[in-house]
């Protein structure tokens, strides 16, 4: 397709506007005539696929939907738990003894500092001193520390 058509090849497909070199070029070219055609043809095809606006479900489709997603809803092992009272207080005890549970961990692992890290942390700092020296030196206390910690855990 030649570069005036496919400049105005929105106005020659649509119809609205006005391309007289397009036309012009049409009347003369019958690769882009012929090219054009096939377009308008694929345009129309596309057309009927549309859906109309007017399409509605029949009456009372979305009450049976409801209806048969109750109903399954019911069949379900876990409508036991989930539409009954026994199910609604089992979830509600389930929660307090998880709430209960947290809190006490939270509280006593925090008073020991053990959930902070606060002792270890301590105990390192004051332990081992800092390494300095060139870089033989820092390899041999790495290596020293790595063996006495490794010590110490069995």
């Given at each position: 397709?030649?570069?005036?058509?496919?400049?105005?090849?929105?106005?020659?497909?649509?119809?609205?506007?006005?391309?007289?070199?397009?036309?012009?070029?049409?009347v003369?070219?019958?690769?882009c005539?012929?090219?054009?055609?096939?377009?308008?043809?694929q345009?129309?095809?596309?057309?009927?696929?549309?859906?109309?606006?007017e399409?509605?479900?029949?009456?009372?489709?979305?009450?049976?939907?409801?209806?048969?997603?109750?109903?399954?809803?019911?069949?379900?092992?876990?409508?036991?738990?989930?539409?009954?009272?026994?199910?609604?207080r089992?979830?509600?005890?389930?929660?307090?003894?998880?709430?209960?549970?947290?809190?006490?961990?939270?509280?006593?692992?925090?008073?020991d500092?053990?959930?902070?890290?606060?002792?270890?942390?301590?105990?390192?700092?004051?332990?081992?001193?800092?390494?300095?020296?060139?870089?033989?030196?820092q390899?041999?206390?790495?290596?020293?520390?790595?063996?006495?910690?490794?010590?110490?855990?069995?």
């Open positions: 397709m030649h570069g005036s058509v496919r400049n105005g090849l929105e106005f020659l497909l649509t119809g609205k506007g006005d391309c007289p070199k397009a036309k012009q070029h049409l003369l070219c019958e690769s005539s012929v090219e054009l055609g096939t377009m308008r043809a345009a129309a095809l596309l057309q009927t696929l549309r859906a109309p606006r399409l509605e479900p029949s009456a009372g489709f979305y009450a049976r939907v409801m209806q048969r997603i109750e109903e399954r809803a019911r069949d379900s092992m876990w409508a036991v738990f989930i539409y009954s009272p026994f199910g609604k089992l979830a509600y005890a389930s929660l307090m003894i998880a709430v209960v549970l947290g809190s006490y961990v939270l509280t006593e692992e925090g008073l500092g053990h959930l902070l890290g606060e002792n270890i942390v301590a105990q390192q700092l004051h332990d081992d001193p800092l390494v300095v020296g060139d870089q033989a030196q390899r041999d206390a790495v290596l020293q520390n790595f063996a006495v910690h490794q010590g110490n855990i069995q």
